[in-house]
Nanobody
Framework: QVQLVESGGGLVQPGGSLRLSCAASGSIFSINSMNWYRQFPGKQRELVASINSGGSTIYADSVLGRFTISRDNAKNSVYLQMNSLKAEDTAVYYC??????????WGQGTQVTVSS
């Protein structure tokens, strides 16, 4: 069974940076988009950033200019470079892959805490 394994979360001071990574443990064919979501306590998950198979990206307005999503197709991996972090970025971050057949895969989530 394919799993998405995330890493890179943790505690960082405001203004700092973190890099999240997500890799598939097995083979996933025809990955269309690779995405990062986040979830605040008591809220639904929201899309943070998305990158499609052609490399086009989409960002939430709240992270535009601060976060950068990238992917490595050969490694079935996606990354999220987060700079200029703010307290309001504190959340659980999830990676998500969507295939051309509309199958969805989710990571287990990684906590990002921005606090002094």
């Amino acid at each position: 069974q394919v799993q998405l394994v995330e890493s890179g979360g943790g505690l960082v001071q405001p203004g700092g940076s973190l890099r999240l990574s997500c890799a598939a443990s097995g083979s996933i064919f025809s990955i269309n988009s690779m995405n990062w979501y986040r979830q605040f306590p008591g809220k639904q998950r929201e899309l943070v950033a998305s990158i499609n198979s052609g490399g086009s990206t989409i960002y939430a307005d709240s992270v535009l200019g601060r976060f950068t999503i990238s992917r490595d197709n050969a490694k079935n991996s996606v990354y999220l470079q987060m700079n200029s972090l703010k307290a309001e970025d504190t959340a659980v971050y999830y990676c998500n892959f969507r295939t051309a057949l509309n199958d969805f895969y989710w990571g287990q989530g990684t906590q990002v805490t921005v606090s002094s």
